[in-house]
């Protein structure tokens, strides 16, 4: 009777233990079906959001289980999340990284552990397995290549920075000063960060503005949820028709801005091609078939004349 009401409460026991992982019931369910952690920068960012978005709909598509968490910018937590995907042992690991040096130790950890990595949009010190997404060097560079031709290659410019330490905040400076070089007499007058933040990137330029005043002549942000930022500030200061405004990402609300004639240019980055280009390597890599290396999608400057096409 006791060896009886022992081998009961095991059972009970093990049913509970499943029904409170439901992925390992999953994986049960269907061994053979693959399973790919995903840790993003920050799903309060609308760019990262639409890439995320795009990695669900290439998943279902290809019958692929996401474990999707978001890293809230924190290159600790990217880490532990990664450790955690390791425990699970998943088939694959995306990781869209928070900053280049920062969240490279959660490479180093998925290589250790003979797991794939694949980074999107955004790059690590420490080489994955393969990379999707584009150059940013070559963003910044477009986008101070209009505000010089905007400018006849001469003005004072603010530059609103990305989160200090991410691959792409970096890599947009970079491609902007050697564009600046090029051009001598473009000045930077001032730049900072404001996180990838609307909000701040407005407290910043209204700071400029008192600073500066009619001295600026451009602003280059980042991304566009600065570069509305930026051009609420100068709107409300009626600077913003002697003021160039130029960001990137295209997102929905900078082409809307674009279209009124507000914010003048953005750089399209595809989040779609980005989102669904990282599903097709990390399950091409998991299945053990061979994955390009580097999987650079292009950007393209967006103005008044030509975002129609892109306005959903």
Request: hydrophobic share 45%; charged share 25%; aromatic share 4%.
């Amino acid at each position: 009777m006791v060896m009886k009401n022992t081998f009961l409460n095991f059972l009970v026991g093990v049913l509970l233990l499943s029904a409170c992982n439901p992925s390992a019931n999953e994986k049960q369910k269907n061994p053979d079906r693959i399973r790919i952690g995903v840790s993003m920068l920050s799903m309060q960012n609308e760019f990262i959001v639409n890439i995320s978005d795009e990695m669900q709909i290439k998943a279902e598509e290809l019958g692929v289980e996401l474990i999707m968490v978001d890293a809230e910018r924190s290159p600790l937590k990217q880490i532990e999340q990664v450790e955690s995907f390791i425990a699970q042992k998943v088939d694959a690991i995306i990781l869209n990284p928070c900053e280049f040096e920062a969240s490279s130790p959660a490479v180093t950890k998925a290589l250790d552990a003979n797991i794939p990595i694949v980074n999107v949009n955004s790059a690590t010190k420490i080489q994955p397995v393969s990379f999707v997404g584009s150059d940013d060097v070559e963003s910044g560079r477009i986008a101070m290549k209009y505000i010089s031709e905007k400018l006849g290659g001469k003005g004072n410019i603010v530059m609103i920075q990305g989160l200090n330490g991410q691959a792409a905040q970096i890599q947009r400076e970079q491609g902007a000063k050697e564009i600046m070089e090029q051009n001598p007499g473009l000045k930077m007058i001032a730049q900072q960060t404001a996180e990838w933040d609307r909000s701040k990137s407005m407290d910043l330029m209204q700071n400029w503005i008192q600073s500066y005043g009619t001295k600026i002549n451009a602003v280059f942000a980042h991304n566009d949820e600065m570069g509305l930022g930026a051009v609420k500030a100068l709107q409300d200061a009626g600077m913003k028709d002697r003021v160039i405004v130029v960001s990137i990402d295209a997102i929905a609300d900078a082409l809307v801005s674009v279209k009124k004639g507000e914010l003048d240019a953005t750089v399209f980055q595809d989040a779609k091609k980005q989102g669904a280009g990282a599903i097709d390597a990390a399950v091409k890599i998991a299945k053990g078939q061979k994955s390009e290396k580097e999987i650079l999608i292009p950007f393209k400057l967006l103005t008044k004349v030509d975002v129609d096409a892109y306005l959903k």
